[in-house]
């Protein structure tokens, strides 16, 4: 009976040699199948819609998904509007026969996704792409696909077609590079206006991305997040929403959406088939509440005529646009109105930046533009202005840091500190050892009272964040009244190579009112105006006030030994010359 059991309990504990030759085959069985899926999907290099590469070449080409361009951007003379119309006769890359094909259009540096048609080797498709480039001729390249659940996508062929004028072809077919095929493709080229911008219908880079030609490099020392990781993303994007989620193609994708003030991404590694999709706000035309196979809630994202895919092969419509629809969420509703929230803050974004860019580009017209002659100068402010004057800096933005009684009055404080001949901004940025000083003339300008300047040159920052120093701005604005007893004296800085440089401006007001004839009351007040929202904003908001009321202590203490210094030696000059009296006799 013991040995009974002793027996039992052995081959109860201990596996037998056929289950031991059962679980070594399972395991050289499992090794070998991840190996070969690894080496079939693990590296998409050639699958220009899955991998690393894919997606608009997030990681290496990052101009491609929505990245700045500068010179695209503000220089793009042809529009071209690209209409993929349908193919025939594809090869068939499926056991049936049949193929799911989707086709890459790419245009000098732009890419886009059209849709998939599943089970044709005939399809129609209907969508327009549109794309933005600065000279003729260019070359487009339209490379059609099979998509595959799990393995890599099949090229069924390629054609490149030239573009040299402008107009349009016309619906063309063009013979495919492979054994059997056609694409049928109508162009048409319109020739932009020097002004014309791509932000209003005709794709491409986003337009916060926009900086100035001598702005440098940003700088942000701050530890990548995954829209930097993933997708290859400008350092200054954080993510504002996360939500788990699946993308619906043959199957639903599980992952991860990120969304961000510019764009919503999406992100998924399911049979080691990476699917990356990145939608900028700019191009999308509608959010919508949908259903995916009538009991899942989802969202359906649809982007405007001509924007094209971005990333994975989106879904078609009957209309012509594409979309994308994402399904899964924990809380569909909850996820439903942060999208449109995030869609209308970036639209709201945009109104308030070409306001803002008016206006700076006002600013700037003025300080560059000056009278040929005195003359005119003194006819155009003798001549009353009936149209309404703008405000050179944001009142509402301001804080006082300093009021007090200076020992000089406000007619003194201009000629001997701010008049075109003082040396006086020469000397003081020299002690904060600012380097490049290029100082303008007063001149009046149409759309301010008084006279404006602009000065620029390179400042030292002592912030972990910044660069070693940053290339500067400052337009100067002053209104000195008619009995030189009040005088307004307002500046706008702008730093060029700081961490969200052109997010913000340093707005500052100085009033002095002259109380006697060898003082007056001195009121400073500063802040920062932000043209566009930012994370860091409250931070940068404190600080720039903190730096400005260090700048205003130097400043001051120069002022003082300057206006001391220069009236010691007109007393000096007074007293050294001799009566007229005197010279006569």
């Known amino acids: 009976m013991i040995a009974t059991v002793d027996s039992a309990l052995f081959a109860f504990l201990f596996p037998s040699l056929w289950e031991i030759k059962v679980a070594v085959a399972a395991s050289v069985f499992v090794i070998?199948?991840?190996?070969?899926?690894?080496?079939?999907?693990?590296?998409?290099?050639?699958?220009p819609s899955l991998s690393d590469n894919s997606a608009g070449n997030v990681a290496d080409d990052k101009d491609k998904m929505g990245q700045p361009k500068v010179d695209s951007q503000t220089s793009s003379a042809y529009l071209i509007k690209l209409e993929l119309l349908a193919a025939k006769n594809l090869v068939g890359a499926n056991l049936n026969g049949t193929s799911d094909p989707y086709a890459i259009i790419t245009c000098s540096n732009e890419k886009r996704f059209s849709s998939m048609v599943p089970g044709s080797r005939n399809p129609m498709w209907g969508e327009e792409f549109n794309f933005s480039v600065d000279e003729l001729p260019v070359q487009i390249n339209v490379t059609i696909y099979d998509w595959d659940i799990i393995w890599k996508s099949t090229v069924l062929g390629s054609v490149t077609v030239p573009v040299e004028t402008e107009g349009q072809t016309g619906a063309v077919w063009h013979t495919l590079d492979s054994p059997s095929g056609q694409v049928c493709l109508h162009i048409k080229t319109i020739k932009l206006s020097a002004n014309a911008s791509r932000i209003n219908g005709y794709g491409g880079a986003n337009p916060r991305r926009r900086m100035p030609e001598r702005q440098g490099p940003t700088v942000v020392h701050q530890k990548p997040g995954p829209l930097q990781t993933i997708f290859g993303l400008h350092p200054d994007e954080v993510v504002d929403h996360s939500y788990s989620c699946a993308l619906e193609r043959s199957f639903l994708y599980h992952g991860r959406m990120y969304v961000s003030a510019w764009h919503i991404c999406f992100h998924s590694n399911v049979f080691s088939k990476q699917m990356k999709v990145v939608i900028p706000f700019e191009d999308i035309d509608e959010i919508?509440?949908?259903?995916?196979?009538?009991?899942?809630p989802a969202i359906t994202i649809i982007l405007r005529m001509g924007a094209g895919g971005h990333g994975v092969p989106p879904l078609g419509s009957p209309d012509g646009r594409v979309r994308y629809m994402f399904a899964s969420f924990w809380n569909r509703n909850h996820a439903f109105r942060n999208l449109q929230r995030a869609a209308k803050n970036f639209h709201e974004m945009l109104?308030?930046?070409?306001?803002?860019?008016?206006?700076?580009?006002?600013?700037?017209?003025s300080s560059s533009v000056r009278g040929s002659k005195l003359l005119d100068k003194v006819l155009e402010e003798s001549m009353p202005k009936t149209g309404k004057l703008q405000p050179f800096i944001k009142e509402e933005a301001l804080v006082g840091i300093y009021n007090e009684v200076f020992p000089c009055t406000a007619e003194q404080f201009f000629n001997l500190l701010l008049n075109d001949g003082s040396n006086f901004t020469s000397k003081y940025r020299s002690i904060r050892k600012d380097t490049n000083l290029v100082m303008g003339q007063w001149h009046t300008a149409d759309e301010y009272d008084g006279q404006v300047r602009e000065i620029t040159f390179r400042s030292l920052c002592n912030s972990p964040m910044c660069p070693p120093d940053t290339a500067m701005t400052e337009w100067q604005h002053h209104v000195l009244s008619p009995d030189k007893k009040n005088l307004v004296f307002e500046?706008?800085?702008q730093a060029h190579d700081v961490p969200f440089g052109s997010y913000f401006e340093v707005h500052c007001k100085w009033s002095l009112e002259t109380i006697n004839e060898s003082s007056c009351t001195l009121d400073i007040k500063v802040g920062a105006h932000f043209k566009k929202w930012c994370v860091m904003q409250s931070k940068i908001k404190s600080g720039a006030v903190n730096e400005y009321k260090k700048e205003v202590d130097v400043m001051l203490d120069v002022a003082r030994s300057y206006i001391k210094s220069n009236t010691s030696n007109d007393e000096n000059d007074k007293a050294s010359s001799p009566p007229a009296a005197t010279l006569e006799n």
């Open 491 to 493: 500046t706008v800085q």
């Open 288 to 296: 919508r509440r949908s259903q995916h196979a009538f009991i899942n």
């Open 351 to 365: 109104e308030v930046e070409k306001k803002e860019n008016a206006e700076s580009e006002l600013r700037a017209h």
């Open 32 to 47: 070998i199948a991840y190996h070969f899926f690894a080496s079939r999907t693990g590296y998409l290099s050639a699958d």
